[in-house]
């Protein structure tokens, strides 16, 4: 069973700095494009940053220049630091792979658009 769990969400002060964790679990093989989503109440999930395999990054508007996306092909985890954080990054973050090569005995499963969770941020005085 292929999951993603996310780790490190909390309460942090407007100005602070949190970095979340995602740890894919599994037999896996592989893993391609890996990204971090967040919605608030009475919003859409939107795109926070995502990673290519290679390495390749791109951010949201809202957080570029603040936040910062890395991975660990070998260990399967992906992070986001976040600092100056705002009110207004309050949401629950997720972990997104869009597909995960797992091995299952002798074949290869191919699990599409995996969602963790999710963590809770919330950044208040």
């Known amino acids: 069973q292929v999951q993603l769990v996310e780790f490190g969400g909390g309460l942090v002060q407007p100005g602070g700095s949190l970095r979340l964790s995602c740890t894919a679990s599994g037999s896996i093989i592989w893993i391609n494009d890996m990204a971090w989503y967040r919605q608030s109440p009475g919003n859409k999930r939107e795109l926070v940053a995502i990673?290519?395999?290679?390495?390749?990054?791109n951010y949201g508007d809202s957080v570029k220049g603040r936040f910062t996306i890395s991975r660990d092909n070998a260990k399967d985890l992906v992070y986001l630091q976040m600092s100056s954080l705002k009110s207004e990054d309050t949401a629950v973050y997720y972990c997104?792979?869009?597909?995960?090569?797992?091995?299952?005995?002798?074949?290869?499963?191919?699990?599409?658009?995996?969602w963790g969770q999710g963590t809770p941020v919330t950044v208040k005085s």
């Open positions: 997104y792979a869009d597909e995960i090569h797992e091995l299952a005995g002798p074949t290869v499963v191919k699990h599409l658009e995996v």
């Open positions: 990673i290519t395999r290679g390495g390749s990054i």
